[in-house]
């Protein structure tokens, strides 16, 4: 079992952000969190702070963060389908594994941040349309990475030529975040290398809805890393290390294989030690 940091805010100042964010990824990958990623907003979201505390685009993010770590996955966490034309997100995942040596990942989900979107002029259109974008995103960068250029074609996009040179180191692993079960879990099931779902009560029964999604398509359910989005709480000294890996084995039990999360109150070096001393090796055992 592996776990992951979910880095949501920057606080500290303007003028001290990229240093402090250096070294929580340098500290982090030194511990051995498997992966490191970021927000994909470019306000911030109301469950972490008000919306003009300082937010960073990601994907120049994650290049910043690449040059910082040498071992851990990165990956936006989630990347709103909304945002950015496949073709141009293809190019930065892509960018981002052969400049990372192989690190890359994609993680892509609908979008659902009106205000952001409003605000900056983005077009939000509605929820059917914004799935209709998912599984198109998830087509073409799929294609994308297959070295074949030929053209693309769907009811938003159409392109002559996917020509994607360099291609990746290799084909960067996709993550479809959220836990909808008619469709979000299908296109796990259909286009997904991973899922992420929130670690709540019905968590057990996610995982059978996404089992039943791939037996109907033909597609093995081991094949799935299970990820559930789980909050690091050790406590500001690590008094609560022992609840966190009590859930983290009953988490495995249920076939998860990799807890991604943030510290709550933002990450700091106490608490990435004690990850590192006395919660990654005791989860790695669950393997």
């Known amino acids: ?34 992966y490191l990623s970021v927000m994909d907003h470019f306000f911030q979201i109301p469950s972490v702070g008000p919306s003009d505390r300082p937010m960073l685009e990601a994907y120049t993010t994650l290049g910043f963060l690449a040059a910082h770590t040498r071992r851990a996955k990165l990956f936006a966490y989630v990347t709103g389908a909304i945002y950015r034309h496949p073709g141009l997100l293809s190019k930065a ?18 979008g659902w941040n009106e205000e952001e979107a409003r605000g900056l002029g ?8 914004r799935f209709e974008l998912l599984e198109e995103n998830l087509r073409y960068v799929r294609q994308m990475w297959d070295a074949d250029d030929k053209p693309f074609s769907s009811k938003h996009f159409t392109a002559d030529r996917l020509l ?29 290398d991973f899922c992420n779902i929130g670690n709540g009560p019905d968590l057990e029964h996610k995982l059978d809805v996404l089992k039943r999604h791939c037996e109907a398509g033909g597609r093995d359910y081991a094949e799935i890393t299970k990820t559930v989005y789980h909050y690091l709480d050790i406590g500001p000294a690590g008094e609560k290390t022992g609840e966190f890996l009590a859930e983290t084995q ?25 990850f590192a001393k006395d919660i990654i090796p005791a989860i790695k055992e669950l393997a």
């Open 1 to 34: 079992m592996e776990v992951g940091l979910q880095v949501p805010d920057f606080p500290g100042g303007t003028a001290a952000l990229g240093r402090n964010l250096a070294g929580v990824a340098r500290a982090a990958d030194d511990a051995g969190f498997a």
């Open 93 to 110: 995942v892509t960018t981002l594994d052969v400049l990372s040596g192989g690190r890359a990942m994609l993680g892509i989900g609908a």
């Open 122 to 129: 983005f077009p939000f259109p509605s929820t059917a349309e």
């Open 164 to 192: 994607n040179s360099p291609q990746p180191l290799r084909r960067p692993p996709i993550m479809v975040g959220g836990g909808g079960e008619k469709k979000t879990l299908r296109f796990v099931a259909k286009h997904g």
């Open 250 to 274: 009953r988490l495995h039990g249920l076939g998860v294989q990799a807890v991604l999360g943030p510290f709550p109150g933002g990450a700091d070096q106490r608490r990435i030690e004690i």
